[in-house]
């Protein structure tokens, strides 16, 4: 028997659902978080720091546990962190093998850990660049069941690396691979894949109505796909490439039209679905996202166009400039940028498309380049560096 306050006492034993950032992109996948009320100064010091190993990824924070992960270079290895997000102590770690990959940048990890929060959080999910894939208990780490893509499916490892996260989807979990996967979620079970591959695998797919009917909108290095979710079939597909066949940020979904941003001075472009065929209704260089995507905010987009900070609105429109944080990354919450600059600067403004209006600017990082995304969750704001280093900034309210 269901009781009626059983919801209730389920969001209080996870943590309450707006204020957890459970996946890549957070609660909607958009880089926008649906907290309110933190403060944008925070304390003057750090609440935690720890030390992690090499690597890219972001956090995903559910309830009192963080996930993330990293590589030790010495052993060779992956590790899954799980950390209380209020100490920072370690509360499990599940290490396998894996190479660095290092390719013009520092290597190390690149995907963020994806929590099952439709399943009620039991179950965390996690794909790295050379295609192991890992359900993981999210209480204690204990492996649920693991594939290693490349073997069972002949894939080849694009020269970055797979850098797509994990998507939950209902009772299935989505991967880019190149070519799409779906697999049942409690079992590792295959349902799906594509029938061919679209590029290299650096973007995660989002969901999408195409058409009245659910599917998968995935931007990979051919371009941009609309796939049907119930078994993969081929939509409607928009050719876009770069000069590394590098797409790498989420699409962002505005009813029938889809947000799509490349770096390598390719730019930008909306794409309507609402007919037959794809249609580009405009194409600019005004945005050109490398390492992390646009933010929608109030009818505008925000993000890094290379080295400058911009926001743009969703005709193409440049609104505003700020430059001087290097090639950052950012997140949105309550009406207010949360940026990390490249240089380990974080920065909280106004997220208002008139102007730059800068709120506040901590030095976080003194060494270490960064370029993994900033997360909220629960008034505590969580950023990293390639090195490794882990950082827990109370904003909490007084």
């Not at 919801?7 to 659902?17: D, E, F, H, S, T």
């Not at 957890?20 to 609440?47: I, Y």
């Not at 100490?87 to 396998?96: D, F, K, M, P, T």
């Given at each position: 028997?269901?009781?009626?306050?059983?919801?209730?006492?389920?969001?209080?034993?996870?943590?309450?659902?707006?204020?957890?950032?459970?996946?890549?992109?957070?609660?909607?996948?958009?880089?926008?978080?649906?907290?309110?009320?933190?403060?944008?100064?925070?304390?003057?010091?750090?609440?935690?720091?720890?030390?992690?190993?090499?690597?890219?990824?972001?956090?995903?924070?559910?309830?009192?546990?963080?996930?993330?992960?990293?590589?030790?270079?010495?052993?060779?290895?992956?590790?899954?962190?799980?950390?209380?997000?209020?100490?920072?102590?370690?509360?499990?770690?599940?290490?396998?093998p894996a190479k660095l990959l290092d390719l013009?940048?520092?290597?190390?990890?690149?995907?963020?850990?994806?929590?099952?929060?439709?399943?009620?959080?039991?179950?965390?999910?996690?794909?790295?660049?050379?295609?192991?894939?890992?359900?993981?208990?999210?209480?204690?780490?204990?492996?649920?069941?693991?594939?290693?893509?490349?073997?069972?499916?002949?894939?080849?490892?694009?020269?970055?690396?797979?850098?797509?996260?994990?998507?939950?989807?209902?009772?299935?979990?989505?991967?880019?691979?190149?070519?799409?996967?779906?697999?049942?979620?409690?079992?590792?079970?295959?349902?799906?894949?594509?029938?061919?591959?679209?590029?290299?695998?650096?973007?995660?797919?989002?969901?999408?109505?195409?058409?009245?009917?659910?599917?998968?909108?995935?931007?990979?290095?051919?371009?941009?796909?609309?796939?049907?979710?119930?078994?993969?079939?081929?939509?409607?597909?928009?050719?876009?490439?770069?000069?590394?066949?590098?797409?790498?940020?989420?699409?962002?979904?505005?009813?029938?039209?889809?947000?799509?941003?490349?770096?390598?001075?390719?730019?930008?472009?909306?794409?309507?679905?609402?007919?037959?065929?794809?249609?580009?209704?405009?194409?600019?260089?005004?945005?050109?996202?490398?390492?992390?995507?646009?933010?929608?905010?109030?009818?505008?987009?925000?993000?890094?166009?290379?080295?400058?900070?911009?926001?743009?609105?969703?005709?193409?429109k440049e609104l505003w400039r700020?430059?001087?944080?290097?090639?950052?990354?950012?997140?949105?919450?309550?009406?207010?940028?949360?940026?990390?600059?490249?240089?380990?600067?974080?920065?909280?403004?106004?997220?208002?498309?008139?102007?730059?209006?800068?709120?506040?600017?901590?030095?976080?990082?003194?060494?270490?380049?960064?370029?993994?995304?900033?997360?909220?969750?629960?008034?505590?704001?969580?950023?990293?560096?390639?090195?490794?280093?882990?950082?827990?900034?109370?904003?909490?309210?007084?």
């Open positions: 028997m269901l009781l009626p306050f059983a919801p209730l006492l389920l969001a209080a034993a996870l943590g309450a659902p707006s204020d957890d950032w459970p996946q890549w992109g957070g609660p909607e996948r958009t880089g926008v978080s649906k907290e309110r009320g933190w403060s944008a100064k925070g304390k003057e010091k750090p609440l935690w720091k720890q030390q992690l190993g090499l690597g890219y990824s972001s956090v995903a924070v559910v309830g009192k546990r963080l996930y993330t992960l990293s590589h030790d270079k010495e052993l060779e290895q992956d590790l899954v962190h799980c950390l209380d997000a209020l100490s920072g102590e370690e509360q499990w770690v599940h290490a396998y013009y940048h520092g290597g190390g990890t690149l995907t963020t850990p994806t929590v099952d929060v439709e399943g009620g959080g039991e179950f965390v999910y996690v794909s790295e660049r050379e295609g192991k894939l890992f359900c993981l208990r999210a209480k204690d780490g204990e492996v649920v069941w693991e594939k290693d893509a490349t073997k069972e499916f002949g894939l080849e490892v694009p020269q970055w690396g797979f850098s797509a996260s994990p998507l939950v989807s209902g009772d299935a979990l989505i991967l880019n691979y190149g070519r799409v996967f779906a697999f049942d979620k409690k079992t590792g079970a295959p349902r799906w894949k594509t029938k061919k591959g679209y590029g290299d695998a650096y973007s995660t797919p989002i969901e999408f109505v195409l058409h009245e009917k659910p599917a998968l909108m995935v931007f990979a290095g051919t371009g941009l796909v609309a796939l049907s979710l119930d078994d993969g079939a081929e939509h409607a597909f928009l050719p876009w490439k770069t000069q590394y066949d590098v797409n790498a940020m989420t699409p962002l979904v505005f009813g029938p039209r889809v947000f799509i941003s490349s770096g390598y001075d390719h730019g930008c472009a909306m794409v309507d679905f609402a007919g037959a065929e794809p249609k580009i209704v405009w194409e600019s260089k005004v945005m050109r996202n490398q390492m992390s995507g646009a933010v929608p905010w109030q009818g505008h987009l925000y993000g890094f166009d290379d080295k400058v900070l911009k926001c743009i609105d969703l005709e193409g700020s430059r001087g944080l290097g090639q950052g990354s950012l997140s949105i919450a309550d009406g207010r940028l949360i940026v990390i600059s490249e240089d380990g600067e974080l920065v909280v403004a106004e997220a208002v498309s008139t102007e730059f209006k800068e709120l506040a600017r901590t030095k976080v990082f003194d060494g270490g380049i960064c370029w993994t995304v900033p997360v909220l969750a629960n008034g505590i704001i969580y950023v990293r560096n390639h090195a490794g280093e882990l950082a827990a900034l109370d904003h909490r309210q007084p």
